[in-house]
């Protein structure tokens, strides 16, 4: 293929139906087709990017191996196309003005008076083809975050317009709609699809083919009144039903023939349906899956869906690879204490001590940590979730009883969890952490090298403060390993304690390294293991 096709996904009515998902779900189809395909998400804040983001504001940052902090969905677009996405994948408004305005200042543009139009549509649109034009992708699937009617979003749906006739062809837009079920009054109801569908026309943009967000499924009749209303074609009006797993929705729009619509819409061959045999096999183990594996997540924002989603997902991949059914519970860690944490625990098969920043929470931490060690439960330490491993080993087996990180206690007399030396004077926050794929040595007959399989692996950080290497030797004197560091620089990525079944601490983030096809070898093993117990 020569030519490069240009998909945008747009959203209407309200947010959080799930663009992010047709997205991926849609280049997988054209993945399992043979086509080269990556997927971009827009975000029309103002932020540089999420990484300065509150969870409770924008839900999990999930990073790049290249080091950018990104949107969750792009998550979603590596575990679904198992491809690794890079800071080429994730752009928001504070990125284009940033751009625009450090162009202004150099003198680019010559005296002009800088508008929206063109050159924040210009910027927008050359960041919707680079990986066209740079990686030559089949197919650039850009998702537009936000709504239509959204003020934000306008320079994006301008940029989508003009693109549609610079293109022609090879430029589809696919709009998703809410059609809401009215109980008492027993139906379904078009009206907020056709005024969306309106809003997208009034900026000149009329979409291609039409995603259905519902929760009933939709009669033809309905889908015929859909299309009539808003200028598509019936085969066009695609019904997204709630489905038990999202891993569900590529075969859910496959049964419609999505992918071959859309292959007719840019003038290619539909050709044969694809098999998709892994993703068959992935569900059909989900299906049959009937005993279960219980594990805690211990972490302070549980009550967030989407705070820790790579980990609930990858924990959810292992867990069907070992033909098992996951129970998740969630455990907020401000709410641990030492009255209730054996009640809180009680049944647990394996227990996830959560990443994040700041010490709310963190002292349940430790209490859950004291908990899972001394009673031999299988444990996973993810960065903060390590770090606390290791402050909790030196306050209760060393004895250092006010051992601490100096993020939370920068006078501690025990600085077992330190600032790395290259962060000392940073002051600015925005992706200034030791962000992206690192590799990592493992130590020889570990339980960590054992469950990868190999002594060498490459894994994605986002941390400032790190093992304090003064102490090591007091901690392996005492049976707290390090089992894994950095080759360049010696930094300790992995602790363990190889008298327990299975007590593991990370530095480095697993979750950003599984996908559907490929799930990560430490989750894999912790399900074991707890299967095991």
């Excluded at 998703?176 to 056709?194: D, M, N, R, S």
Aim: glycine share 8%; proline share 4%.
């Amino acid at each position: 293929m020569t030519e490069t096709k240009y998909i945008f996904v747009t959203g209407g009515v309200v947010s959080s139906l799930g663009k992010g998902i047709v997205a991926a779900s849609l280049g997988k189809l054209l993945q399992a087709r043979g086509y080269k395909v990556t997927i971009q998400k827009f975000d029309p804040y103002i932020n540089i990017d999420p990484g300065t983001l509150n969870p409770y504001e924008h839900g999990e940052c999930y990073v790049t191996d290249d080091g950018h902090e990104a949107d969750l969905d792009l998550g979603h677009y590596e575990r679904f196309l198992n491809i690794a996405t890079s800071r080429a994948n994730n752009i928001t408004t504070g990125r284009i003005y940033q751009n625009v305005i450090r162009k202004e200042r150099k003198g680019d543009y010559l005296g002009k008076t800088v508008q929206v139009v063109p050159h924040i549509t210009d910027e927008i649109k050359r960041n919707v083809k680079l990986l066209g034009q740079k990686k030559q992708f089949d197919f650039v699937i850009t998702e537009i975050g936000g709504t239509v009617g959204d003020i934000e979003s306008l320079p994006y749906l301008e940029s989508v317009r003009q693109l549609k006739w610079e293109l022609g062809q090879n430029c589809i837009c696919i709009h998703l709609t809410y059609v809401p079920y009215i109980a008492a009054a027993g139906e379904v109801k078009t009206k907020p699809t056709q005024h969306s569908v309106k809003q997208l026309q009034e900026v000149g943009i009329q979409p291609d083919i039409l995603v259905l967000r519902t929760e009933h499924e939709l009669s033809q009749d309905i889908i015929r009144k859909v299309a009539l209303f808003c200028n598509v074609s019936p085969d066009s009006v695609i019904q997204s039903m709630d489905v038990p797993t999202i891993y569900e929705v590529p075969l859910v729009l496959a049964k419609q023939g999505m992918d071959e619509t859309l292959l007719r819409k840019v003038g290619l061959e539909v050709g044969t349906k694809p098999e998709m045999k892994q993703w068959h096999e992935f569900l059909q183990m989900k299906y049959n899956a009937s005993e279960v594996v219980n594990i805690a997540l211990v972490g302070k924002y549980v009550e967030l869906q989407d705070a820790y989603k790579s980990i609930d997902e990858s924990l959810l991949q292992a867990a069907i690879y070992n033909n098992r059914k996951l129970n998740l519970v969630s455990i907020h860690s401000e709410k641990v204490t030492e009255e209730n944490v054996a009640e809180l625990l009680h049944g647990m098969d394996g227990v996830v001590i959560a990443p994040g920043f700041g010490s709310r929470g963190i002292e349940g931490k430790f209490i859950a940590l004291k908990y899972t060690r001394e009673h031999d439960i299988p444990t996973l330490g993810i960065c903060l979730g390590m770090q606390c491993m290791v402050i909790e080993f030196a306050r209760n087996v060393l004895g250092y009883k006010e051992a601490h990180t100096t993020e939370i206690s920068p006078n501690t007399a025990y600085k077992v969890i330190d600032l790395m030396e290259e962060q000392k004077t940073i002051t600015d926050m925005g992706g200034s952490m030791r962000l992206g794929g690192y590799d990592c040595i493992l130590k020889k007959g570990s339980k960590l090298a054992e469950a990868y399989g190999k002594s060498f692996i490459h894994e994605r950080h986002r941390h400032r403060f790190e093992f304090n290497s003064q102490y090591r030797e007091d901690f392996e004197k005492n049976g707290m390993i390090c089992v894994g560091e950095n080759p360049d620089t010696g930094l300790v990525e992995a602790v363990e304690i190889p008298a327990l079944r299975w007590y593991i601490g990370v530095q480095f983030h697993p979750e950003y390294n599984s996908t559907v096809v490929n799930p990560n070898p430490l989750f894999l093993s912790f399900i074991k293991e707890a299967i095991k117990k």
